[in-house]
């Protein structure tokens, strides 16, 4: 086997207590991909053809709410399969597994929660992430990646991307998982575009592909004097109205209902919000949203992106980056554009150069360019 | 946002390269979970939802032969897309992905094979492990993961899993495309046996779910007066027949088709192989075969076995913790056993206590036990 020979051979394992620990570690430590020997090594190959499993068990610890249930006192396997009404033998294999994935601790037969699955897994934490998983692992999204070899071939997906169709149920279902995850970005753009809207008397901001909500609701709630414009398909045009209503800006909240390409987006806005929206898109139709949306805005109006923002050398940091496949295995032309990018998509458009705002509670990265 | 406030704002991008560089690197230490502040971060909950995406990542880089194409010669998007016949987009994005996920490096435009991925994932490198991914990454294996809630519900997959069907499709595709992943440990074993068999004029050695015949071809192949005895279903062991003969050891290669559990095994072994075969059954299970193999075992006989072993914690190492997933999903009662859990399976049937090699070339543990 070319490559493979002369490895060494690791302790045995003689039963007693001593030696049995060396070799564990040694074993652990060989086991976490690379190999420290520097030696070729097929465990980051196992590792990856794997990794599908953890996004299933994670989705299946939030669906069984064993989080919630560990917050509340169960410790023990059985203990958490009473509180989930699950079996003893499935909850204690997928508790080991939560473990190994970080998400639990464990001491002994005892599992805990980590800091972030208590403030973001347990449902009773308002920072609640659970929701998100109908969406981001509905089976749609993972056959397309089962398709991912013809997408590859061909540029971009064989039958039409969900992403595309009016009205489609997933978005409905993205619009009510994916608010939870919003929230911490929206109100960071709130915070950044406070000081130029309390300047103004009723600053109209437009929330373009409003989805949730939580953009323009958000910035309504900051700015208490705000008009939010929210433009998106009709049937996801509800779920942000309901985002309107239970944060009690209704008042103020108007609806632009149709396609971004087709409807008539007014004018005189104080800022447009594009928030995940420009990455369905090729970069001359992104050019084209921008200078939409320049038209839209008034002198010294502010167009607010919220993107994926990966390095100039595309391969990091790895949420950003990766983000593209996400794009190409579901939109015909979308890709998750470096800062270069947006800077010449803007200058084209005729925006001054976009600020930058990386956030620690977000993978995401916003950029505020604004009308001269 | 409860456990969000006063997260520090990252310097902002201004334009000027220093300062991005700063920036970018602050971001990059941010997104590699979990966060260095210490303060709560969703970021560990992305990573794991994603990590779907790598499995069928890897999968397509296989299928197009993407390594392969970079191992001669090709270096850029362009050119490695020409020469797997593929989109340049598409494959911009794949080599982006592989390199992230460890898989490939990238300078400037151009990508380069890893170590491993060189040994392991270029098509005409002898230790080539691509053609696993048709089994491992089945979408059968797939779709039981998908429903891991109701798995983990009722303790067990809903419908008959695949593993417990004679001559079912999926056990030839295994055979086929597992064999390269096994050579490693079956040369491992192969030694381990020889001391033993090399003293023996035609010593019997027994293959239990031969399945690809890697196991019991590769002990024939270094112990030149060994007779093999391959059990398994009849159209597997066609697979484990064309192993023999590939290897020239088909006249000393005798089969015995049928089930494990019905089939007569035969006496006077100087060895009988269960590799991957126990962890689909429970222990009672386990135990009963264990002696199975002691009856048809000539006095200081051994039995060998290949398992995924945890530590007692059962969370450590990752691979072999996670393999009681897999067998969870999988299988009615199947799990991954520890060393204590092994012992007290061969004190029952009648075995030494088992002695344990681990190995660099493979997550598995050989453990070997002697009837007295």
Redesign the interface.
């Known amino acids: ?4 020979e002369g ?4 302790p ?4 007693h207590q001593e030696e ?1 620990l060396i ?2 570690s ?3 430590s ?6 420290a ?24 610890g939030v ?2 709410d064993v989080f919630t249930a560990i917050a509340k006192g169960s410790q023990t396997a059985a203990e958490i399969a009473r509180a989930c ?7 204690r ?2 508790c ?2 939560l ?5 639990l601790t ?1 001491e002994g037969d005892s599992y805990s929660l980590t ?2 699955s ?4 347990d449902s009773s ?3 609640y ?1 659970g929701r ?2 109908s969406f ?2 509905d ?1 749609e999204q ?1 056959r397309q ?2 398709n ?2 013809q ?6 997906p064989a039958d039409d991307p969900y992403s595309m169709k009016p009205d489609d149920r997933m978005w409905v279902e993205f619009a009510r998982g994916m608010a939870p ?1 919003m ?2 970005p929206a ?1 960071r753009i709130a915070q950044l575009l406070r000081p130029a809207l309390d300047g103004k008397p009723a600053p109209k901001v437009l929330d373009i592909a409003a989805g949730h909500g939580v953009f323009g609701v958000t910035v309504g709630e900051t700015c208490h004097t705000a008009q939010i414009y929210a433009l998106d398909w009709p049937k996801v045009l509800e779920v942000a109205r309901e985002t309107a209503v239970a944060h009690g800006v209704s008042s103020r909240y108007n609806l632009l209902p149709g396609s971004a390409f087709d409807v008539d987006w007014g004018s005189g806005y104080e800022a447009v919000l594009l928030p995940n929206f420009l990455h369905h898109f090729d970069e001359q139709t992104c050019t084209t949203l921008l200078k939409k949306a320049n038209a839209a805005l008034n002198p010294g109006g502010q167009v607010v992106i919220l993107e994926f923002v990966p ?1 100039d ?10 983000f ?3 794009m ?2 579901s939109t015909p032309t979308g ?1 998750a554009y470096t ?1 270069p990018q947006f ?1 010449e998509m803007c200058r084209k458009a005729g925006f001054s ?1 976009p ?9 995401e990265t916003v950029l505020i360019a604004r009308k001269p």
């Open positions: 086997m070319a490559g493979l490895l060494n051979v690791l045995r394992y003689t039963g049995k070799a564990m040694a074993l652990q060989i086991l976490t991909p690379k190999a020997s520097g030696k070729p090594s097929p465990l980051p190959f196992f590792q990856t053809v794997q990794s599908y499993q953890r996004s299933f068990i994670l989705k299946t669906e069984l009404n699950a079996s003893e033998r499935g909850v294999i997928l080991d597994c473990t190994v994935m970080g998400h464990k800091q972030d208590a403030v973001f897994l934490s308002p920072a992430m998100a998983l981001l692992l089976p993972v990646m089962q991912l070899t997408t590859v071939r061909d540029g971009h995850l929230v911490p109100q390095n050398d595309r391969v990091s940091p790895p949420i950003p980056a990766m593209s496949m996400t190409l295995s890709d800062f800077k150069e600020k930058l705002t990386q956030m620690e509670e977000s993978p």
